[in-house]
């Protein structure tokens, strides 16, 4: 070691003593009251929220002796002496103090407060009122008497102070909100509300505040005066100036919030009107309509746009009226709400529609996305790959950056899917997740990751990948992993000797792809197999579906019959016996004309399984079955059944709702 790194290390460990030294005789010699002081206000504080207010208080009163001007101090030992219920005591050193600090504003204000508490309220109210009387021309005085009024529920009270601040400072937009807050605290709706459009009319921009505090007042009542009183106003403003817009928006949205989804709709044309269409009022209130599953108002709200001559917003209402028909289709589907075939209807809709957006608008800018649409509904509901094809060769043309690769390798899977080449799709989608990172494009190719490897009866890297998109809480693919893997889970063994769960892999592997009839053949077996078996339901579920679209009759007559199999009649399942309800109505609707007939021309004898054809001819059947006549009084005995083994299942609501349709209709035929 050099000599000069030895004076470095020499010196190095001299200024460390010094520092140790220094720092030790700072703290020696820190003067002990000051030490003392924060550790008994910590210890003091520690017992109040213990609630040992004796203890606390002996702390306090100690402390406010050594330091009289403290406010915190005293503040913590009245706390104690209130919860102690010593009132009088509490009392007698807020006089104290107010002998020796008689401007002090925090101190008076606090007297009241404890008056008030001691239950001697008109001394309480004659105390706050002095505090104003002594300093009138302090406008902090009249907020912390209104807030400590309010603490103590003297909403009534708290509003004549604020109003006196009004007068005494000429200014009657002062204290606004506060008021507001305090009418709605007393449900005193009408002043509450004029306070709040006053907010409005200071600040146009302010519409957010204002509809947030009435948000957390689930009040129809409030709502409806709001209502009235904003349409009073409107008569009061200029038509087309800015506040006129603003509580024309602001209509617009507490009809919406109430539930006058028709009046929203209006209240919404009426301000595009006023606005020369550029406030965008009805694109904004049909996506919400759309979000409360109001599909035909929403879809009044994009037409709009389509029936002007011109507006920026055209191309985009295009996309959105598709968006629209597809999730009205699927609220349909979801619910088996779908018994005329208004969903094929409404995504043919859907496809019409995007087809004109691409036709008249070439250059849209998201046309990426649309063509994503386009993909779907051809894969999904057309059940046309080659339509799809020609669409991912579009999206290969104008593919620019990470994100519009992702969406184009999302599509390749899905085609390479629907084509049965797995491990090429799962090639696809690992590119298309990699490059999306996250968001809704990630989750779509995580969930057809493993929708993939179930098809393939891949069943280990199907959980693997379902568990993963599950942990997305507000996606909408995260609930039908879940479905997926708890079909996984109820059907599948580690050893993977279940062949029940690779039946059904593979009987909606081709549902998905429009095989309905292979689908069929697939899970006939499924009628005479134990009724115990896994997936039993699943199967039976599946089944259903996919004879749905061959001929309804047969598809009703082999869930009737299922659910009356001695085995299953006591716990059919939810679902089971939803489907059972609306095939009911489907063949009941079909005897009236209501609703498309079956194909009577099809030859359902040579290409279903015989065992299903004979049920449906009545030759076989459970012991003791016989199919039922279908008439409105049987269909509504179908969803009594439903609700009298679950009266608060998933589908209790509407069925009690159609039941009521159901009986009204009889009383009026």
Sequence with gaps: ???????????????????????????????????????????????????????????????????????????????????????????RITRERLQRRGDDINTRVKLGEILDIANNRQEALETWHEVLERNSQNIQAYRRVAETMNQRRLFREAIKVYERARNEFSDTNLFTFEIANNYLAVADFEPAVEELLDIIGQDNRRVSLVQRQLLNYDERALYDTAILLTEERLGRHTSGSEIDLALRDFLVWLTMERGLYRRALAAARNLEHHSSNQYHAMFRTGRELRNRSEFELAEQAFQYYLDLETHPLQARSHEELSRTYQRWAGHLVDRNLDFDGTADSLYRKAFFTIEQLTDNYPRYDRMMEVLVIQSELALDHLKEPDRAATYHQKMERIARDDSDKALMHLVDGRLKLFEGAFSMARVSFNR??????????????????????????????????LRALERQQHSWYANNALNLRFIIQEGYDEDGNNQDIRRYANALYLFDTGRYLESVRLLADVTDEPASGPLQGESMLLLTRALRKLHPGLAFQVVDRHVHRSSVRNN????????????????YLMQQGEAPDEDSGSNYRSVLPAHLVELHEGLTGPEGYRAPLINADSVIVFYEDLLMHYPGGFYSHIVRERIRELEQEQREL
């Excluded at 606390?56 to 330091?67: D, K, L, S």
């Excluded at 059919?572 to 063949?587: S, T």
């Design 572 to 587: 059919a399942g939810e679902r089971l016996l939803w489907e059972r309800a609306r095939l009911g109505e489907v063949m």
């Design 432 to 465: 298309s997740n990699r490059l999306a990172e996250s968001g809704e494009t990630a989750d779509m190719s995580r969930f057809f990751l493993g929708l993939g490897d179930f098809y393939n009866s891949d069943f280990t890297y199907a959980r693997l990948q």
């Design 1 to 91: 070691m050099t000599h000069s790194m030895k004076i470095f290390l020499a010196v190095q460990r001299t200024g460390r003593i010094i520092f140790t030294l220094i720092f030790v005789l700072c703290i020696t010699f820190t003067p002990l009251s000051a030490q003392t002081g924060a550790g008994e206000y910590s210890l003091g504080n520690e017992l109040l929220r213990q609630g040992n207010f004796e203890e606390a208080y002996e702390i306090f009163e100690r402390m406010m002796a050594e330091n009289p001007r403290s406010y915190a101090i005293f503040e913590r030992a009245t706390t104690a002496l209130i919860n102690l219920k010593r009132y009088d005591e509490a009392i």
